[in-house]
């Protein structure tokens, strides 16, 4: 009986070493927590997780969570990760399995886990196809956090495997920013299985090695390729959870200077937001240009404060819409980084790229012709309004024939001859309007009283035609200014159009443009100039461009020429179009805020200004607020002449109705000379006669 239960008892310690033996190199437990901590650190802050499973066979043992009685599958490690997933209250969690052909991802998601085999066939026939359906959705966002897992034994090593996913990551979504956690059995990175070519779940008995690999794009120097590197490696012989604490996973991965690393810039658009100066090399040989401007200014200055080298494109001044297209092709593929200019942070512009933080707001306004100055004589008949002056022409008239009537009825005064004609209550009136002394005042009390009314009158008529006067004198004047585009419509202007402008129809809804006739231009600047000084049409645009061609040709006081409505076209922000996925984005938007901030493209715009106002060939010589100039006297002299002329001629008709006057007096001195002579002589024959008789 000793020795048979002697052998039970050895054959039992012989399992339960057996057991513990397998539970030591067994992994599971520690792959639960490392799971675990990788969502509660990663993966409830940025917003929606979307998991995607993977389209391996499911072998028929169901996999449960005791890692000591059952093997491990893929499948294993999905239902590990959905239960914690579950149980700690994760952010909304969408599932997504390959099989179904229905997208359910049009909605906001932050991050992704991917569940897939160690076969690289697998991954690129099951993952790849789930993120091509990601990638036509409208929250595509290749820069948030991607987690794989992939589970199985390798037909590669473990190092080369995750080179091939991640590199598959970033060659065709251009995904960087994602973590390849691969668990295996093997205790070898170079124990493989080279014969394998079965896609199904392959179970594997213990978890024995759990690897780490993520993308570095920009890691010691390097600028055109990233680095796969290992940055988390456990064993069973280390399955403390603080092995894996002081682990980032999504570290950040851009260094702080770059060692020269080339930045690709495209740029389109006309001065002053795309400028490009041309020099010469060293040698003066070769001509070499670099790219400035409004648009280009706060990228150079990225690429020069990151020491990186920038590389700029051809930059397309005109609008060619097949020069644009291109350029926006070459963004896509990926050939240039930055693209900026004229593009306007917009759909459908963003769904071909990523826009960077906004660089300034462009207003589109409707530029129309500046009212014109008014003529000095037309002005100085505009100090009042016609009713101000008919209402003072018929007091004048009124208060002289008032005048006449109180001095003449019911009786006249005869030691009062003032005002007795008409003519002499009409001049009388005339000069206390202008404030002259009149020859005789007034002598009964209704006569005077009128009188005394009339002076204040004209007293306070004289004081505001005085201070408008003043103002005619100091001020321009200038025609009404549109205001509305029905103002426009009245002025009978055409809509200036260009290439430039139809290229952009399509992002603006412009319906009512279609009542104004056209008028083609090939050129925007044409356009605009032909607005300033033609004034026969009128266009859209940014204000910056009429600015700038205004002051290229020596105008100081860029309002004086271009004008627009109360109401503007559209606005929208200006920045630039970036690859997507492209790992500078953050960095260069945290330099734009800071610049912007800083007031630093405000400056350079003035610089612009002043420069570009220094290069003009004529200034502006504006005299018209110079006081007392021949311009604003002119007015003055014209209506002494008038005075003159209308005094002479005044005078003349005097001379003629007084030698009419006199000559009618004298043919009636005439004849009753004629009458006297003859009663004379009648009467000298009568006597003569008498005496005779």
Known sequence: MSIVFSQILLIDLVLISAVIGKYHQDMGPFTQSLIKHILLKYFTQEGPVLFLLSDSIQEENSSH????????????????????????????????????????????????????????????????????????????????????????????????????????????????????????????????????????????????????????????????????????????????????????????????????????????????????????????????????????????????????????????????????????????????????????????????????????????????????????????????????????????????????????????????????????????????????????????????????????????????FQAYFTTYLVEPGYEARLETLDDVYRAGLKYAVSDTLEGFRALVDMKEMEVFEKESYNDFFEGIESVMFKRKVFTTGPLMYPIHLARSLGINDESTVMCYLDESLVTWPVGALITKGHPLLHTLNTHIKRCIEGGLLEGYWSKIKHETNLKANKTDENSEFVVFSLTHLSPLFILLIFGYILSVFSFLCELILFRKKNKRIDNEKFQQLSILRNLRILEEAKYKKRKQI
């Open 65 to 464: 969570f005791n890692a000591v009685e059952l093997p491990y599958t893929i499948r294993w490690v999905e239902d590990i990760t959905l239960q914690i997933a579950s149980e700690n209250y994760l952010w909304p969690m969408m599932i997504q399995h390959p099989k179904n052909e229905t997208c359910i991802f049009d909605i906001p998601h932050k991050s992704h886990i991917l569940f897939t085999n160690t076969q690289i066939e697998d991954f690129k026939f099951t993952s790849v196809e789930n993120l091509k359906k990601l990638q036509k959705t409208t929250y595509w966002n290749p820069r948030s956090n991607f987690l794989l897992f992939s589970y199985g034994k390798l037909q590669t090593s473990p190092k080369q495997f995750a080179v091939e996913v991640l590199n598959s990551l970033r060659n065709t979504y251009n995904i960087r920013n994602a973590v390849l956690l691969i668990f295996t059995g093997d205790k070898d990175e170079k124990n493989c299985n080279g014969n394998e070519t079965d896609t199904n779940v392959t179970p594997v008995e213990n978890i024995t090695t759990i690897y780490a690999y993520t993308l570095f794009p920009y890691l010691n120097g390097s600028c055109n390729e990233d680095v796969t590197l290992l940055i988390g490696k456990w064993t069973a012989d280390n399955t403390s959870e603080n092995s894996f604490q002081p682990i980032d996973l999504f570290p950040n991965k851009i260094p702080k200077i770059f060692l020269g690393c080339v930045l690709n810039i495209g740029s389109a658009g006309p001065e002053p937001g795309v400028i490009k100066e041309s020099y010469k090399s060293e040698n003066g040989k070769n001509n070499k240009f670099v790219a400035k401007g409004l648009s280009l200014q706060l990228i150079n200055l990225f690429a020069t404060n990151m020491n990186m080298t920038p590389y700029y494109q051809e930059p397309v001044i005109g609008a060619n819409s097949e020069q644009l297209l291109q350029l926006i092709a070459m963004l896509i593929l990926g050939h240039i980084d930055i693209l900026t200019g004229i593009f306007p942070l917009v759909k459908p512009l963003i769904d071909f790229a990523e826009p960077s933080a906004p660089m300034f707001i462009h207003a589109i306004e409707y530029l129309v012709p500046c009212p014109k100055r008014l003529m000095k004589t037309e002005k100085i008949l505009t100090l009042f309004h016609l009713s101000s002056w008919i209402g003072m022409g018929l007091v004048f008239i009124f208060v002289s024939v008032l005048f006449w009537i109180l001095s003449n009825y019911p009786t006249r005064r005869n030691n009062f001859t003032g005002f007795n004609m008409l003519a002499q209550c009409f001049s009388a009136a005339w000069a206390v309007l202008l404030g002259i002394s009149v020859s005789q005042l007034p002598v009964s009390l209704g006569t005077r009283s009128l009188f005394i009314i009339y002076v204040w009158y004209c007293f306070a008529i004289s004081t505001v």
